[in-house]
């Protein structure tokens, strides 16, 4: 374990992560940026409950008073969800700053990562990665969240991207920083509302047990990277391809006249097609972070027993 002057592990992470019991990361840009309010801070709790159900202990993370803290309590979960986008979105380049001034912020999968690798904790669950923008060729909007993968040892669940980014661009890129790219029961990257993107993955895995072995055989390799698990939507809780993808054009069109760039871009796309799909795409978001989260909790579970 890193630890680091800067950091702060609740005792019951810490507790289980010194016993090598199961720990599963969760971030906290999702709850301030991610969904609105109140449902960002039930899906939160929510999420957490899941965890424990599942046989292990949840750590929810983000940037409080210039700390890094592993482990929210729940007053600190609502104080994300209701401050919202007034927090500042954190990602690798902010960490510095916000140390050095005291200030809060709300952890993307980048700085999550990066502080669940300090507090050793090795699986987190979330939503969506960030990727790389459509029409990256010239904007270069690219998250940091390829970049992380790139370098830091945590395998990170998720739904796959949305398509508000360019997925097989986003492909590209994780191929090159090496990346293993695996199909949780699918051989196709899941889009996040949809189950099917068109694009393949680079593994397909169907257990926990499995998970855990290649991510057992990453560490016992010495890699310094991560590992992607794009566990798709469950079928009930998917949206029609139409009626998703029409509102992401739809968003993505008023952020390019809107002249909206940077680290603005993700949140307002999020919040817009959530808007213009009548909260239908809030729901299917809250699901799949659930079924996110029960995956991750039974791969660290897995995990800890080899
Ligand atoms: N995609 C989602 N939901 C999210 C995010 C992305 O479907 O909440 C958040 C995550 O915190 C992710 C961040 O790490 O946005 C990526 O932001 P950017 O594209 O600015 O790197
Ligand atoms: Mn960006």
Known sequence: MLLNKYLDVNPEVAAAVAEGRPVVALESTIISHGMPYPQNVETALSVEQIIRQNGAVPATIAIIGGRLKAGLTAE?????????QAITKASRRDLA???ARGEDGATTVTTTMIIAHMAGI????TGGIGGVHRGAETTMDISADLEELGQTPVMVVCAGAKSILDLGLTLEYLETKGVPV???GTEELPAFYTRRSGFGVDYRVDTPE??????????????????????PIPEEY???PEEINSAIDRAIAECNEKGI???????????????LTGGDSLTSNIRLVCNNAKVAAQTAVAFSSL
């Open 238 to 240: 998917a949206m029609p």
């Open 97 to 99: 700053v916000l140390c």
């Open 182 to 184: 695996i199909g949780y």
């Open 76 to 84: 600190e979960i609502e104080y994300f969800g209701k401050k919202g």
């Open 261 to 275: 760039h940077g680290k603005a871009t993700t949140p307002f796309l999020l919040a817009r097609v959530a808007e």
């Open 122 to 125: 090795r699986i987190f669950a």
């Open 210 to 231: 499995e998970l855990a072995a290649v991510f057992k055989a990453q560490q016992d390799l010495g890699m310094k990277g991560g590992i992607l698990v794009a566990n």
